[in-house]
């Protein structure tokens, strides 16, 4: 069965700071990527996926993640926090070549961006 | 183009009753997913609906169910709650392509508080 672990379940930063929030996935065959986010009050959006090709791939809001097939990660990025970045975000896998299109999510990081 | 609608957004439910939650997905949507959402397990997959016809179901009991009409339109329901059943039920649209290699877009939620 697949897993997803996001090994940081908080963190706190002052404004202009960079992120880095880490995703680790198990599962063998070939999978799909998806950083979604989750603002105060707010229904979950997608920040970026990744199904194939260029293992760096770009988002919106200047996020960016690569996938590191060796390493099954797919860590999230931004050079720059805002205070309005404050949100949770979700790391999500489905499986390329099982055709399932269920998503199985990691536990979440809670994203805190002090002024 | 209009996002996922649910209904109801709030429901207050006593232990052994039963609850219908609604979801409208995208149009031209034709795939839909429920999830739940707890403090304890996050994020899980339910099931997913495709043409009227369950494509895909995850871990729960059989209380769970759904259907999906002609128009897309589904809903899930669940009986005889328990307390545990207390959570955010998330709806997800999707194209429903063959291939799984699409976004899903997530509703607000319905949040379900069990007394």
């Known amino acids: 069965a697949q897993s997803v672990s996001q090994h940081n379940h908080h963190v706190i930063l002052s404004e202009a700071a960079s992120l880095e929030l880490g995703c680790n996935y198990s599962y063998g065959g070939t999978v799909n990527l998806f950083w979604y986010v989750q603002y105060p009050g707010q229904h979950l959006q997608l920040l970026l996926k990744y199904f194939s090709g260029d293992p760096l791939v770009k988002g919106i809001k200047g996020f960016e993640a690569e996938f590191i097939k060796s390493k099954f990660s797919f860590n999230l990025r931004k050079p720059s926090v805002q205070w309005s970045d404050t949100a949770e975000y979700f790391c999500?896998?489905?499986?390329?070549?099982?055709?399932?299109?269920?998503?199985?999510f990691g536990s979440g990081t809670r994203l805190q961006v002090q002024p | 183009k209009a996002g996922v609608t649910q209904t109801p957004r709030y429901l207050i439910k006593t232990r052994g009753q039963q609850v219908t939650l609604s979801c409208s997905p995208i149009s031209g949507h034709r795939s839909v997913s429920w999830y739940q959402q707890t403090p304890g397990q996050g994020l899980q997959f339910l099931f997913e609906?495709?043409?009227?016809?369950?494509?895909n179901k995850g871990n729960f009991p059989g209380r769970f169910s759904g259907r999906q009409f002609s128009n897309s339109r589904s809903e899930m329901n669940v009986s005889t709650l328990e307390l545990g059943d207390s959570a955010l039920y998330l709806c997800?649209?999707?194209?429903?392509?063959?291939?799984?290699?699409?976004?899903?877009?997530f509703g607000p939620g319905t949040r379900l508080l069990v007394l």
């Open positions: 609906y495709f043409s009227e016809t369950q494509r």
């Open positions: 999500a896998v489905n499986g390329g070549d099982t055709g399932r299109r269920a998503l199985t």
């Open positions: 997800a649209s999707s194209l429903g392509g063959l291939e799984n290699k699409e976004t899903q877009y």
